[in-house]
């Protein structure tokens, strides 16, 4: 059974910064794809960025590009998004989830099966 747990949310002012980080548990963690999606209230869930299994290639939405950093440490079983110059408008709660193995990561929702329970970020103006 697979576990992701996500921490690191919070409230932070506008232009602020903040680190998510997400915990798997299983001994094939390193062979997977990962991805964070975000989802704001009415809103469908959408992509925020994602990894692949080595760690060599990534991708963000374009709303977060050159604001926001994925990583992965392989060794520790987890998944990182660095989020800095916060806008309002990133207010959601983000899920990490696990992509295919060996594949790069993909912007679709159906290309992970597995998912966490969501970590709350909130950024006021």
């Known amino acids: 059974q697979v576990q992701l747990r996500e921490s690191g949310g919070g409230l932070v002012q506008a232009g602020g910064s903040l680190r998510l980080s997400c915990a798997a548990s299983?001994?094939?963690?390193?062979?997977?794809?990962m991805g964070w999606f975000r989802q704001a209230p009415g809103k469908e869930r959408e992509f925020v960025s994602g990894?692949?299994?080595?760690?060599?290639?990534?991708k963000y939405a374009d709303s977060v590009k050159g604001r926001f950093t994925i990583s992965r440490d392989n060794s520790k079983n987890a998944v990182y998004l660095q989020m800095d110059s916060l806008k309002p408008e990133d207010t959601a709660v983000y899920y990490c989830?696990?992509?295919?193995?060996?594949?790069?990561?993909?912007?679709?929702?159906?290309?992970?099966?597995?998912w966490g329970q969501g970590t709350q970020v909130t950024v006021s103006s």
């Open positions: 989830a696990r992509g295919g193995r060996f594949l790069d990561p993909t912007h679709e929702t159906g290309g992970y099966e597995h």
């Open positions: 299983g001994r094939t963690f390193s062979t997977y794809a």
């Open positions: 990894i692949s299994w080595s760690g060599a290639r990534t």
